[in-house]
């Protein structure tokens, strides 16, 4: 198998970390996908990676036969309606490795194309978004880890992915552990995006508070029992995958960036999915439960909900 086209399904912040690294290679063709006013954009203004501007073709979900590679690097709330884009972009040999947060877009994507195309895949890339376009750290970013979820590890398409990443600036790292490491940045995430962005504060926060790291620990302990309860073994990539990228203590993930920027939030992929399976499985998720409904609270604070002017029918208080 070689990889000669390229697709990816979303061009923000870590659809960025892999155009600006495929960008580098001229014997491929790399696009991204989109329609309406954001194709039209793309094509005029590009893509700004680290006050650099590239430009991939811009393709409709209809004219991208034959993509190899397909790269889902949307936001979860975005998925849903892109299923039918992904669909159409989806031939017999294409391979799809979602890039997205949460343990779940997989599934959700195999649904409409089949999970014969799916590659189980995480990307771990501390990027922002500035004035000037998404920037991020190329040494410090750990970058895609990816796998086969059975025997044989080593198939073509992971040394087609190999080949592909090879010599382009971006970090990568094949993986037996596919399923575990996906936990172990669902963990990550729960654990250090969340609360920060209840309390709007950098990331420093869990070091420096004894009350933040333990709302963090309260969410870590949810989280593990359920993939206990899953049988996904954590412990297997402690030594791997134990830590995200290197960031300064004012870092703000991208759940206090969606909140800073008035968007809403992936807290359903979050709290709320470890709720869900937390239901199902019949463990307790008391922090989560308390988090999901904080981040929502924000979320409608910057919808207006909260603007009071004063005037409303008086409420008493309970």
């Excluded at 992971?158 to 940045?185: C, N, P, Q, V």
């Amino acid at each position: 198998m070689k990889i000669k086209k390229v697709a990816v399904l979303g061009a923000g912040a870590v659809g960025s970390y892999v155009i600006w690294g495929l960008s580098s290679r001229n014997d491929i063709e790399l696009g991204a996908i989109a329609e309406g006013e954001r194709a039209e954009r793309l094509k005029q203004n590009g893509c700004t990676i680290n006050g650099k501007i590239y430009h991939p073709e811009v393709w409709n979900p209809g004219e991208t036969d034959a993509v190899d590679l397909l790269i889902v690097a949307l936001k979860y709330g975005s998925l849903s309606a892109a299923l039918e884009g992904i669909q159409k972009a989806t031939t017999e040999n294409t391979v799809i490795m979602s890039l997205m947060n949460g343990v779940d877009s997989e599934e959700i994507i195999a649904e409409k194309v089949g999970v014969e195309h799916l590659l189980p895949a995480v990307i771990k890339v501390a990027s922002h978004k500035e004035e000037d376009g998404y920037h991020f750290d190329p040494e410090t970013t750990i970058g895609i880890i990816f796998g086969e979820l059975t025997a044989p590890y080593d198939s073509d398409r992971i040394r087609a992915i190999e080949e592909l990443f090879k010599d382009t600036g971006i970090h990568f790292r094949a993986t037996e552990y596919a399923r575990e490491e996906m936990w172990s940045k669902f963990r990550l995430n729960v654990c250090n995006n969340l609360p920060q962005a209840i309390l709007g504060a950098g990331v420093g926060c869990y070091r420096d508070s004894v009350h933040m790291k333990a709302i963090s620990d309260g969410l870590k302990g949810e989280l593990e029992a359920i993939a206990q309860a899953k049988g996904i073994d954590l412990s297997k990539t402690e030594a791997s995958s134990g830590r995200g990228s290197a960031v300064p203590p004012s870092a703000r993930y991208s759940t206090l960036q969606d909140l800073d920027a008035g968007r809403h939030t992936e807290i359903d992929m979050f709290s709320g999915a470890l709720i869900r399976m937390g239901k199902e499985l019949g463990i307790p998720t008391p922090y989560n439960e308390y988090t999901y409904h904080m981040i929502k609270a924000l979320e409608e604070k910057n919808d207006g909900r909260f603007n009071y002017t004063g005037d409303e029918e008086p409420t008493w208080s309970k």
